[in-house]
């Protein structure tokens, strides 16, 4: 049995925001018109560290199964280390035969972020020229490129309660590829969330980042961070201004702080998601509808995501002969 194994820098090659930002619409849409299988993924729970999460899927007339397993560990960041650490396995969907193994973290990360472009390109205002981002870590570097991707940014803004790690992120990320040749480390939520006509968070924040009164008309929201029902790292206000789309109804009524505690509160309904983000994309639904809408996407992540992805490097790495294959 041969396998191939990507590596981070295998994969960073083999993935391009580009592709990934497509190949995720189309698995966006697959997922709402039920041509995906994605059981809700399984969780192991570290108390007062993080937690191992489960996710196989498969995209029904693919070539591909793809499971991954991540571990999220916020407590890593007083160690130096990353908090996310992930592999993800690819099966050959005709005999079950593993094919691949990829560097999970690195994939993660460009997928987490092609999730934001595609909700972005779909939903944020075409002229929108402005992003605040509310994070410094990995997903925070693939939020501001993907969102660079799909629309024309002049001007970024970065926020994180770590301010050196911060004006590292925005040292190393100024000028790569898309994104503008300054970023500018806001003192505070207020002055970075004011006047932005995208707004990203990628933390792991149990409480809300910014001020949901302080969102511009015609705003558009990421908020890719909270993953675990209690965690609301965008709060109610926003919620409630805006029309929310998300990555999954069932995974997100599941897992995501930012609506759950709402929705227990009593504060909305279950109605208040307006839509699927694969909807939009397979023309179900309708994405913004007047400029000065604000619009919410809200992604705990989906297994789609991962297969949707893992199919388009390892492609790309048979095609450009990327990685080591090796005999088990």
Request: with cysteine; hydrophobic share 45%.
């Amino acid at each position: 049995m041969k396998i191939r194994l990507l590596s981070a820098a295998d994969v960073v090659r083999a993935l391009p925001m580009t592709d990934a930002i497509e190949g995720l619409k189309d698995a966006y849409a697959r997922l709402s018109t039920g041509q995906a299988i994605v059981p809700l993924r399984s969780r192991i729970d570290v108390p007062e560290m993080g937690a191992t999460l489960v996710m196989p899927g498969y995209l029904e007339k693919g070539d591909t199964i793809a499971v991954k397993t991540v571990s999220v560990f916020p407590s890593n960041a007083q160690k130096g280390l990353p908090v996310i650490h992930a592999l993800v396995t690819v099966l050959d969907a005709e005999t079950g035969v593993p094919i691949a193994l990829l560097e999970g973290g690195t994939l993660t990360a460009i997928r987490t972020g092609a999730a934001s472009g595609a909700a972005t390109d779909l939903l944020a205002r075409k002229d929108a020229q402005s992003v605040a981002i509310f994070g410094s870590g990995v997903q925070a570097r693939t939020q501001l490129e993907a969102v660079c991707t799909v629309r024309d940014i002049k001007e970024v803004r970065i926020f994180s309660l770590d301010r050196s790690q911060a004006e590292q992120f925005a040292l190393e990320m100024a000028g790569r590829g898309p994104i503008p040749a300054e970023i500018t480390v806001a003192k505070n939520a207020d002055i970075a969330v004011r006047g932005a006509d995208i707004i990203c968070t990628a933390t792991t924040s149990s409480v809300p980042v910014f001020d949901g009164k302080l969102l511009k008309p015609g705003a558009h929201v990421n908020g890719v961070g909270s993953f675990i029902p209690t965690m609301q790292e965008v709060d109610l206000v926003t919620v409630q201004r805006a029309l929310v789309v998300v990555d999954s109804r069932t995974a997100v009524w599941a897992e995501a702080g930012d609506l759950i505690i709402p929705l227990q509160n009593g504060d909305i309904n279950e109605n208040h998601i307006h839509a699927e983000l694969g909807e939009i994309v397979a023309g179900k639904q309708l994405g913004r509808q007047t400029p000065n809408q604000i619009t919410f996407f809200k992604s705990v992540g989906v297994a789609v995501q991962d297969v949707a992805a893992a199919g388009i490097a390892l492609r790309n790495a048979i095609a450009y002969d990327l990685g080591t294959t090796i005999n088990l």
